[in-house]
């Protein structure tokens, strides 16, 4: 089971909604594509097709992690433990500097966010789940092991 945030919840359902709205859209580029005759040598045709076939793979996806993913309620979580949706202020150990990254179910794609995003679902993810202040998380990244110290959940 996938946990993900109410925020992250708004977000696939807004996506969601956008990528509904658009099917006649286009449907109304195919139409009038296949209006312009041969279907061999229409690129209009075939990129209207292939629009529409990747945004519908998208709609089933993210309709099938509505339905199976579950919303963490944040008054029910232990206070001082890092769930989904948890902000951190993480001090790496070997170059003595920190910032803050924030837990999250799916990453949002958002380069401007206020808190580097981390995935449940990546190494760094894993183990900074159900930590605490004070910890130290080992992290084994591509480029070898990082160690951080858990010194603040925000």
Same mark, same amino acid.
């Given at each position: 089971?996938?946990?993900?945030?109410?925020?992250?919840?708004?977000?696939? #359902?807004? /996506? =969601?909604?956008? =990528?509904? #709205?658009?099917?006649?859209?286009?449907?109304?580029?195919?139409? #009038?594509?296949?209006?312009?005759?041969? =279907?061999?040598?229409?690129?209009?045709?075939?990129?209207?097709? &292939? /629009?529409?076939?990747? &945004?519908?793979?998208?709609?089933?996806?993210?309709? #099938? $992690?509505?339905?199976?993913?579950?919303?963490?309620?944040?008054?029910?979580?232990?206070?001082?433990?890092?769930?989904?949706?948890?902000?951190?202020?993480?001090? !790496?150990?070997?170059?003595? !500097? !920190?910032?803050?990254?924030?837990?999250?179910?799916?990453?949002?794609?958002?380069?401007?966010?206020?808190?580097?995003?981390?995935?449940?679902?990546?190494?760094?993810? /894993?183990?900074?789940?159900?930590?605490?202040?004070? &910890?130290?998380? $080992?992290? !084994?990244?591509?480029?070898?092991?990082?160690?951080?110290?858990?010194?603040?959940?925000?």
């Amino acid at each position: 089971m996938e946990f993900i945030t109410h925020e992250e919840r708004e977000q696939l #359902e807004a /996506q =969601l909604k956008g =990528l509904v #709205e658009n099917r006649p859209t286009i449907s109304t580029r195919i139409a #009038e594509a296949r209006a312009l005759g041969d =279907l061999k040598e229409n690129a209009e045709y075939h990129a209207a097709r &292939e /629009q529409q076939g990747i &945004e519908e793979a998208e709609i089933r996806r993210i309709e #099938e $992690r509505l339905a199976t993913a579950q919303v963490v309620d944040a008054s029910k979580q232990a206070d001082g433990v890092v769930f989904v949706g948890s902000i951190v202020r993480l001090k !790496d150990l070997k170059r003595g !500097d !920190d910032d803050t990254y924030r837990l999250v179910g799916e990453l949002s794609g958002d380069a401007l966010a206020e808190h580097v995003e981390v995935s449940v679902n990546s190494p760094m993810g /894993q183990a900074l789940l159900k930590s605490r202040v004070g &910890e130290v998380i $080992r992290v !084994d990244a591509p480029k070898g092991v990082k160690q951080f110290e858990i010194t603040e959940i925000l």
